[in-house]
């Protein structure tokens, strides 16, 4: 099997290509579809306990192996998500650019921003080119991370 973009190998179980990011099918499903809301699998779900969720925002991962259910407040007007250890949300893999995103606070809401990053920035499987207001519940996908904005 390989990515439909790059034509790099993949494995099975894939959902998103590691060379280019590309987000992947399963082979039975039949390619240039378009897409709609994420239907999460029960065990997949995440849940915040009231008594351990931050006060304001915060991005919790939804899925990566040992990362499942990481949560980071996005405290301060201004929050760097990157492959850089420096980045205030730490995304170790190479499908995410050193600098890849940040998150802005404007007013009440928050707003995600791509920095140019190679493989793109996404929220609800829908590629970001513009300034993106957050909601609750929006999933953004970073490189291979999956991760969900509570608002």
């Keep these: 099997m390989y990515c439909p973009t790059c034509r790099e190998p993949r494995g ?31 065990e997949e779900t995440l849940e915040v306990q009231t008594g351990s969720r931050p006060v304001g925002p915060a991005l919790a991962v939804l899925a990566t192996g040992g990362r499942w259910g990481e949560l980071y ?5 201004r929050v760097t998500v990157g492959r850089s250890p420096a980045s205030d949300v730490f995304l170790d893999d190479v499908t995410v650019s050193r600098h890849h995103a940040e998150l802005l606070r404007d007013g009440d809401r928050v707003v995600l921003r791509d920095l140019g990053s190679l493989n793109g920035t996404y929220v609800n499987r829908r590629r970001i080119d513009v300034d993106e207001a957050l909601t609750d519940g929006d999933e953004l996908q970073i490189g291979k991370f999956r991760l969900v904005f509570v608002a």
């Design 12 to 42: 099975e179980g894939d959902r998103f290509c590691a060379q280019c990011g590309t987000p992947l099918l399963p082979d039975d499903e039949g390619a240039g579809q378009a897409t709609g809301p994420l239907a999460v699998a029960v």
């Design 73 to 77: 407040a996005l405290a301060g007007e």
